[in-house]
């Protein structure tokens, strides 16, 4: 089946700092969203973009929609504690109301 | 995750028994799609469902699983003479109908398979 390539697999980093992680695929996707999973909840949506080259924001989250439709990047600026959990891309292969494919997820850990 | 509800948090089961796990839809969500997720890992896509219709179950087991949306009531998973291995975290996801609606995510049901 289809697959995401979502690196780093988890990152260290102290309170304050950027973090950049991002999601590639061997297929072009026509819907990139990114969730943010905390321990024993569901995905919670952080940011959906929908057009090739489509720059996002949230607060402090920023997402990029890559303009070969085969990737996406999601930064997270001046990081704070609550910002730990697991970061997942999600793609669809068509627009509408078709399924999720998922990454492996980054879990991220914030050092106060 | 206020919205999508799923029931029970947390199910236990012994080998061979059946387990029924329940998702009522957020409010005017008329889709409805089920994911399974083992420890470490992403969310893998079962079903995907309409009221009283499947429309792709390509990713849900041929055997044992069985999955529901009926016109009133909540969308059933059905996982039948359950196994060690299907313990794990399902979630259920729903969202709007038409383009460009995002699905959104219940806190999911924990199955373990003693």
């Known amino acids: 089946g289809q697959q995401l390539n979502q690196s780093p697999q988890s990152m260290f980093i102290q309170e304050g700092e950027d973090v950049s992680m991002n999601c590639t695929s061997s297929?072009?996707?026509?819907?990139w969203l990114w969730y943010k999973q905390d321990p024993g909840e569901g995905p919670v949506l952080l940011i959906a973009l929908y057009k090739a080259g489509e720059l996002t924001s949230n607060g402090r989250l920023t997402a990029q929609f890559g303009i070969t439709r085969k990737d996406s990047f999601l930064n997270i600026s001046a990081s704070i504690p609550s910002d730990v959990g697991i970061y997942f891309c999600?793609?669809?292969?068509?627009?509408?109301?078709?399924?999720?494919?998922f990454g492996k997820g980054t879990r991220l850990s914030v050092i106060a | 995750n206020a919205g999508v509800m799923q029931n029970p948090r947390h199910l236990v089961r012994r080998r061979g028994q059946e387990a029924r796990l329940r998702c009522s839809p957020m409010?005017?969500?008329?889709?409805v799609y089920w994911y399974r997720q083992l420890p470490e890992e992403g969310l893998k896509f079962m079903v995907y469902?309409?009221?009283?219709?499947?429309?792709?179950e390509s990713g849900m087991p041929k055997e044992r699983f069985s999955a529901e949306f009926p016109k009133e009531g909540p969308s059933i998973l059905r996982i039948q003479q359950v196994v060690r291995g299907d313990s794990a975290a399902y979630f259920c996801?729903?969202?709007?109908?038409?383009?460009?609606?995002?699905?959104?995510f219940g806190d999911g049901t924990r199955l373990s398979i003693l």
């Open positions: 469902l309409q009221k009283e219709n499947i429309i792709d």
């Open positions: 297929s072009i996707f026509n819907t």
């Open positions: 996801a729903s969202s709007l109908s038409g383009g460009y609606q995002p699905q959104h």
């Open positions: 999600a793609g669809q292969l068509s627009s509408g109301n078709t399924p999720l494919v």
């Open positions: 409010k005017g969500h008329s889709h």
